[in-house]
């Protein structure tokens, strides 16, 4: 389903791997956020049990934030939802 984070006056809510929020520099920064602590190798692996709650803490830590909610998400769904952001991306050389 989700987590809900709260962020000073701002709510935030991490559904299917991607952050939402009113406050649209916060979204953007979050999910920012968010990539490059899976990519960092600092994250847990893709067999952690719950990896939106190890994220949302993990934002919450780096934003000053707490978590508010959190409602039970398939964990064979969120391993998709996060699969492609634990991808590095690879920078090819122009071919000119």
């Known amino acids: 389903m ?8 701002h709510k935030a809510v991490l559904r299917r791997g991607e952050w939402r929020c009113a406050d649209l520099q916060l979204e953007r920064r ?9 990519q960092s190798g ?8 719950n990896q939106e709650l190890a994220v949302a803490r993990a934002m919450a830590a780096r934003s000053g934030g707490r978590v508010l909610y959190v409602a039970r998400s398939s964990p064979e769904r969120v391993a998709r939802d996060f699969f492609a952001k634990r991808q590095y991306r690879l920078a090819f050389p122009d071919p000119e």
């Open 2 to 9: 989700g987590i809900i984070l709260s962020i000073g006056k």
């Open 30 to 38: 979050l999910n920012h956020w968010t990539e490059e602590w899976l």
């Open 42 to 49: 600092q994250a847990p692996g893709v067999a952690e049990a």
